[in-house]
């Protein structure tokens, strides 16, 4: 398995190489890995011109960058495709329970073949690989004990789920940060099928996370991220931005200010 991670960790170079100086002499290239959730290849319109979703951005990317058309994604759900993903075993290999976590102690991941290699390591949103026994209700102090930083990660901020399961609450390396004391009640999706449209389960939640905010929220920290390694650090770095959308809930975002700032120009550091 190590191999496949090795193969993995090459094209995630030759693919961050693509627009940049090849000279060994820079060092090792900055990783951007974007994941989001429940996008179909046919909803970006560079892959699909008929598609019904403006993605103006990503056509962007595609036509700067390189475009792969013979994927394959390791199971047909979310959980043992990002179990895939960070350890390159099919999942199907994968034996015990489904709670705690998914991913084993010892078992060696992409973030940790590439804190191997020197890179500063760092997910920013979704996990859904397991948090520890205690996800379902973190007491006051407890540490969350099979999350990214305990499977290779230097870096965490997010959520342990899908935005749509309970308790929803954000997570910042092993540490809750603000216990889901509250509660909220199933959400209204009049008109649509029950998993779809602005969608949640009912359960406890933390004050004042409201779901609408996550996107934005998890956007700004990813931000902050690159801002934050670009003055201070000479290290590559590999950001993984697990994205839960468009998964429901489907939520318009009302963050004018992270608007705005992606609208901008990000200059990152180039290797």
């Known amino acids: 398995m190590r191999f496949i991670l090795s193969y ?70 979310c959980v043992p495709s990002r179990y895939g993903l960070m350890t ?29 290699h020197g890179y500063k390591t760092a997910i920013v949103g979704k996990w859904h690989l397991g948090m520890g026994e205690n996800e379902k209700n973190p007491g006051p102090e407890e540490k969350l004990s099979s999350g990214p930083v305990n499977r290779g990660f230097d870096y965490f901020y997010g959520i342990p789920a899908s935005l749509d399961i309970p308790p929803y609450y954000y997570i910042e390396n092993d540490q809750v940060v603000s216990l889901p004391t509250d509660t909220i009640g199933d959400s209204n999706t009049e008109g649509m099928s029950p998993i779809q449209g602005a969608f949640w389960r009912g359960g406890d939640i933390a004050p004042g996370f409201k779901h609408e905010e996550v996107l934005p929220h998890l956007t700004e920290k990813s931000l902050e991220f690159l801002q934050s390694h670009r003055e201070s650090s000479e290290q590559p770095f590999f950001l993984y931005m697990a994205f839960p959308a468009p998964h429901t809930p489907w939520l318009p975002w009302r963050n004018l200010k992270v608007k705005a700032r992606l609208a901008c120009t990000v200059t990152l550091p180039t290797r």
């Open 8 to 77: 993995l960790l090459l094209l995630l170079a030759l693919s961050a190489c693509k627009s940049g100086a090849t000279d060994e002499s820079q060092g090792p290239p900055n990783i951007l890995f974007i994941l989001v959730d429940d996008m179909g290849y046919g909803d970006i319109s560079a892959f699909n011109p008929e598609s019904k979703i403006p993605t103006p951005a990503l056509n962007q990317l595609v036509s700067e960058g390189m475009r792969f058309t013979d994927a394959h994604a390791p199971a047909a759900v």
């Open 88 to 116: 390159g075993r099919y999942p199907i290999r994968r034996t015990g329970t489904f709670g705690g976590s998914w991913i084993e102690p010892d078992r060696q991941t992409l973030a940790g073949l590439l804190g191997e």
